[in-house]
């Protein structure tokens, strides 16, 4: 498990760039369904047909990361970017990026604190004020390598450590690729057509998934994500989302969507039944793929398992491989007990 999570992580996928995380899925899941294509947007779908309801569940989880992407190179090679997806200034200074296709490597930079004036020093710093250094010493050298409106991802490895814990980028949601193909690899026949979708944008604005859903059109839907897990020091404990090591978290509401009740019952029960340890997600903010799934037609049931994973939207996210099996384990039991009317 960890090795797969290893692959997935490693790869660049920023939103709209998410060709190599696509290529990656397919190769796993192929040999295990009935089809597998992608849709004019660039989401994937592995579909495993089932024994004859003409039910259909989707299970949803998206391919892409934060990121940056370059909008400028200046005479003296240093290159202007944007961030692709909500990412917190503070933790960009010096963290190395891999630039373009190739992934020439790069550090982002601002100018030193000892040239600083004072008041600059009081705030946070701006993406504005920042560039990514490739090594270049001049506008023709660095666009020999770079060209406008390629992509950057962290350069980030991924690592295991202390009780069963991992660091890597893009845990949000490769963590949630990696169940689906997990599940997918059991190699289940379900009463029931199974579509495992692998979406595209979520980090800017879940547009892949509005497409999923209009498409599939699924009696039920359940997103499997990576979310937000604040059980750190200088935190009040009132206001963790998640704490690490305690279960998948099942989500009530977010900012995005109201979970369908039934669903949240289903999987509650589920995992009661099996003695799986979960936790209500507590926070209300943020959102996610089913913020668009549950609108799509005429309204579709949808409901979110999270993995707690805490510093997301970073170079280092942190998880623990307890919460990641849980989540397999308690969505397998799910689907083998899920009875559609």
């Not at 990656?24 to 192929?30: C, G, K, N, Y």
């Not at 962290?154 to 980028?169: C, M, P, Q, Y």
């Not at 209500?280 to 089913?290: E, H, I, L, T």
Request: glycine share 10%; net charge negative.
């Amino acid at each position: 498990m960890a090795e797969l999570l290893k692959r997935l992580t490693e790869v660049a996928g920023v939103s709209g760039d998410e060709g190599r995380v696509r290529q990656l899925i397919r190769q796993e899941v192929a040999p295990f369904v009935d089809d597998v294509y992608t849709d004019r947007i660039g989401n994937l779908i592995a579909y495993k047909k089932g024994m004859g309801s003409g039910k259909k569940v989707m299970l949803c989880a998206h391919m892409d990361e934060v990121g940056f992407i370059i909008t400028g190179i200046g005479e003296d090679g240093m290159l202007k970017f944007k961030t692709v997806g909500g990412i917190d200034p503070r933790v960009l200074v010096s963290k190395r990026v891999l630039v373009g296709e190739k992934g020439h490597a790069g550090v982002l930079g601002i100018k030193a604190i000892h040239l600083q004036e004072p008041e600059e020093r009081e705030h946070a710093i701006k993406v504005k004020q920042m560039y990514i250094d490739i090594g270049a010493t001049s506008k023709e050298e660095a666009s020999q390598a770079v060209k406008l409106g390629d992509y950057a991802v962290f350069d980030s490895r991924f690592v295991e450590f202390g009780d069963n814990k991992v660091k890597a980028k893009a845990l949000d949601d490769r963590a949630g690729c990696a169940v689906l193909i997990e599940l997918i690899k059991q190699n289940q026949r379900y009463d029931f057509d199974l579509y495992a979708c692998f979406s595209v944008q979520e980090e800017v604005g879940l547009r892949g998934a509005e497409v999923l859903g209009y498409t599939i059109n699924p009696d039920i839907a359940i997103v499997v994500e990576g979310t937000t897990c604040s059980d750190v020091p200088g935190v009040d404990e009132h206001f963790y989302t998640t704490l690490m090591g305690k279960g998948p978290a099942i989500t009530i509401m977010d900012a995005s969507s109201y979970s369908n009740k039934e669903l949240v019952e289903m999987l509650v029960n589920t995992a009661q039944k099996e003695g799986i340890p979960f936790q209500f997600k507590k926070g209300a903010s943020g959102g996610n793929d089913a913020g668009r799934i549950h609108l799509a037609r005429e309204g579709i049931k949808a409901a979110v398992v999270s993995i707690p994973c805490r510093y997301i939207h970073s170079p280092s996210s942190v998880m623990d491989l307890n919460d990641y099996r849980n989540t397999i384990t308690l969505i397998s039991a799910f689907l083998k007990g899920c009875e559609l009317q």
